[in-house]
């Protein structure tokens, strides 16, 4: 019973893994995480010059999700909202950043 829960749960573990390298291989996940590293804290109008509408409101979801940005707001006079890189989304681009020159031959 032991092992065929720690099956499952490996499995489980392998699933996750799967889908989140599946989204950082995605070119506007690479280009959010890029962008706010090299511009610190960024408004969402910021990024929309990266990706469609669609791509980037599913991309910041994915990104929030895996802990990679973060999502920060603050309500004064006016409701003002940005986005920033996290140390994990930091350690996720040096290793993209490793691959892709792999990848080159570099």
Known sequence: ???????????????NATKFLKMLSLEAAFAILEYLNDH??????DLECL??????????RQLLKYHLIEHHFEKEET?????????????????LNLIKELAEGE
Do not use: F, P
Request: aromatic share 8%.
């Open 51 to 60: 990706t469609s509408t669609y791509s980037l409101s599913t991309r910041l």
């Open 79 to 95: 409701r003002t909202e940005w986005y920033t890189i996290t140390e994990k989304g930091r350690r996720a681009l040096m290793i």
């Open 40 to 45: 610190g804290e960024s408004r969402y109008k």
């Open 1 to 15: 019973m032991d092992t065929a829960l720690g099956t499952e749960k490996e499995g489980k573990r392998n699933e």
